[in-house]
């Protein structure tokens, strides 16, 4: 359980990208009040748990109406994932988010930011919601199962005391810094992404023979 645990927890973590998300949280709430910004980021880590847990329960059963196999959508997500982490790589993810950071700044009249842009697609986007699809459908038992979602819970947690923490946090850490984490999540996350494909490549070679 210790392994599908921390082998979770790490997708997670890497593919939320707490230290990625909080100078974003930062940017979309800077000069409001620090109850405001609580409160962001309580709703923002909320919307997303629910939306990641829905996916997690009920993914499979949306697969098999939509008619696609567990292996292709285990291929599919380790391909996502991998282009996910070579713009973790190559810092091209950061600069997306920045600009969409930008966009909502430049539109005064958007103030609850707990929705969009946090929630949906930053905390739950593609990424994370192919990863918790993932790796529910690889749980094998009820106890394999709550392994996943107590990892997933302690990833939310980790990126909630981040962005209640991002302004100290982000003056702390500096840009070289979370440039530098960045990058070294996006190779673990390219080695899990491989993972995901190679778990699907094998289940479909076995199941033709």
Do not use: W, Y
């Amino acid at each position: 359980m210790t392994e599908i645990f921390v082998s979770a927890f790490v997708t997670f973590f890497v593919v939320i990208d707490p230290p990625g998300c909080a100078p974003i949280f930062a940017s979309l709430t800077a000069g409001g009040p620090p109850g405001f910004r609580r409160k962001m980021a309580i709703r923002s880590v909320l919307i997303a748990a629910a939306i990641l847990v829905f996916f997690a329960l009920f993914g499979e059963q949306l697969l098999d109406a939509l008619g696609i196999t567990l292996a292709a959508f285990r291929i599919a997500g380790g391909i996502m994932l991998f282009l996910i982490a070579l713009e973790m790589v190559f810092e091209k993810r950061t600069a997306r988010r920045e600009t969409r950071a930008q966009e909502i700044n430049a539109t005064p009249e958007i103030e609850d930011i707990s929705v969009f842009p946090m929630a949906i697609p930053m905390i739950a986007g593609p990424g994370s919601i192919a990863s918790v699809m993932l790796l529910a459908a690889r749980s094998d038992g009820p106890g394999e199962s709550i392994a996943m979602f107590a990892a997933l819970a302690a990833a939310l947690t980790v990126l909630l005391v981040a962005l209640l923490a991002a302004g100290p946090l982000m003056r702390f850490l500096g840009h070289k810094v979370e440039a530098m984490i960045t990058r070294i999540l996006g190779v673990i996350l390219a080695a899990l992404a491989a993972q995901f494909v190679i778990d699907g490549i094998g289940v479909s070679f076995n199941v033709q023979a």
